[in-house]
């Protein structure tokens, strides 16, 4: 079979390597569909510890089984689903306080950049999400990146406060400030790109051109913000976004930051003010089921971030479209 291996930065190949093997627990997908996510992009631009070349790339898979080793999930030959690209083990102590996030014994599959991958069965399993006709199965990749982006939002409890900075309007800030904005949130967007400033305004956002004008004259004009997402990698922002959120809100990083980043912050504002500093990392089963009911009931909103599309063999193409400001979602779709 054909598969796009990762063989160190700026190098990604596709070779013909052999069909996976089966083993107890396990099925063979055949691979629809793959998002191109921004760790993915990170990892050939830059390398990642957790994805050592020669290694397959791609987690936001949608496929078909079409193997399977156990005669008892015979009942899953030919259909198609999302599948996450790992959950948590259901046992340890954070899963069972509902932070499968957390879990350090997660189940994985490996990169889908290819075109049968092997999938520990639980992971469809404990989520059956199964495209139906609500959604299509390019759409249906955008389910792991915007389980991502609801497990963030859910960290935020808006219930306090709807008003809403998000910082960063590239395809996962766009996720977010989308899921919010149908949770009844007046959301604001902040990007350094022009170009995808004018992205964020086309999909109905208000923006904040940061060339122009910074966070905190912003917020001094129009008040203050009640949360604010980060899905940046800048930890520059970090301290001028507590500037301009009110006290007893929350941040949230929501964005990675390489490990030899610092971030500097007033602690003032954590004390006095009592505005929360939080995270936001991956997501729950619950996370990942919400996110693809979210996707039939408003494929219309989500389908606008699908920019381009690309085949396996053209995979060199989609990460440099990827990388581009005009797209936003990349996918990978194999027919
Ligand atoms: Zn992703
Ligand atoms: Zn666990």
Same mark, same amino acid.
Request: proline share 4%; with cysteine.
């Given at each position: 079979m054909k598969a796009a291996i990762y063989k160190g930065i700026n190098r990604i190949e596709i070779e013909e390597i052999d069909t996976p093997e089966m083993t107890t627990g396990t099925l063979v997908l +055949? !691979?629809?569909? =793959? *998002?191109?996510?921004?760790?993915? %992009?990170?990892?050939?631009?830059?390398?990642?510890?957790?994805?050592?070349?020669?290694?397959?790339?791609?987690?936001?898979?949608?496929?078909?089984?079409?193997?399977?080793?156990?005669?008892?999930?015979?009942?899953?030959?030919?259909?198609?689903?999302?599948?996450?690209?790992?959950l948590g083990c259901g046992n340890c102590e954070f899963c069972k306080r509902g932070f499968s996030e957390?879990?350090?014994?997660?189940?994985?599959?490996?990169?889908?950049?290819?075109?049968?991958?092997?999938?520990?069965?639980?992971?469809?399993?404990?989520?059956?999400?199964?495209?139906?006709?609500?959604?299509n199965k390019v759409l249906a990749t955008l389910t792991e990146p915007l389980a991502c982006a609801?497990?963030?939002?859910?960290?935020?409890?808006?219930?306090?406060?709807? +008003? !809403?900075?998000? =910082? *960063?309007?590239?395809?996962?800030? %766009?996720?977010?400030?989308?899921?919010?904005r149908d949770k009844g949130c007046e959301v604001?967007?902040?990007?350094?790109?022009?170009?995808?400033?004018?992205?964020?305004?086309?999909?109905g956002f208000l923006t904040i051109d940061a060339n122009t004008v910074s966070l905190s004259?912003?917020?001094?004009?129009?008040?203050?913000?009640?949360?604010?997402?980060?899905?940046?990698?800048?930890?520059?922002?970090?301290?001028?976004?507590?500037?301009?959120?009110?006290?007893?809100g929350k941040v949230e990083l929501f964005g990675g930051m390489p490990r030899s980043v610092k971030v500097h912050i007033d602690p003032y504002y954590v004390h006095y003010e009592e505005i929360?500093?939080?995270?936001?990392?991956?997501?729950?089963?619950?996370?990942?089921n919400d996110a693809f009911g979210e996707l039939k009931i408003r494929h219309e909103t989500y389908s606008k971030l699908i920019t381009?599309?690309?085949?396996?063999?053209?995979?060199?193409?989609?990460?440099?479209a990827a990388m581009r400001p005009e797209n936003l979602k990349v996918i990978v779709s194999m027919h």
């Open positions: +055949k !691979v629809d569909a =793959v *998002g191109v996510c921004g760790t993915d %992009l990170k990892t050939y631009k830059r390398g990642h510890p957790f994805f050592q070349p020669p290694c397959i790339l791609g987690h936001e898979v949608v496929g078909t089984v079409v193997r399977v080793n156990d005669a008892s999930d015979g009942d899953l030959l030919g259909r198609t689903f999302a599948v996450p690209p790992y957390l879990c350090k014994n997660k189940v994985w599959f490996n990169g889908a950049f290819a075109e049968y991958i092997l999938v520990p069965v639980e992971l469809i399993r404990k989520t059956m999400a199964e495209l139906d006709h609500g959604v609801i497990h963030g939002v859910k960290r935020l409890s808006i219930q306090d406060g709807r +008003k !809403v900075l998000v =910082v *960063g309007a590239g395809p996962m800030g %766009l996720m977010i400030s989308m899921f919010l604001t967007l902040s990007e350094v790109n022009k170009t995808r400033v004018v992205k964020a305004q086309a999909l004259e912003f917020s001094a004009r129009n008040g203050k913000f009640d949360h604010s997402v980060i899905a940046t990698e800048s930890a520059d922002i970090v301290q001028e976004v507590f500037n301009c959120v009110r006290p007893g929360d500093l939080i995270g936001s990392f991956g997501f729950s089963v619950q996370d990942f381009s599309q690309f085949t396996l063999d053209q995979i060199e193409s989609a990460f440099e």
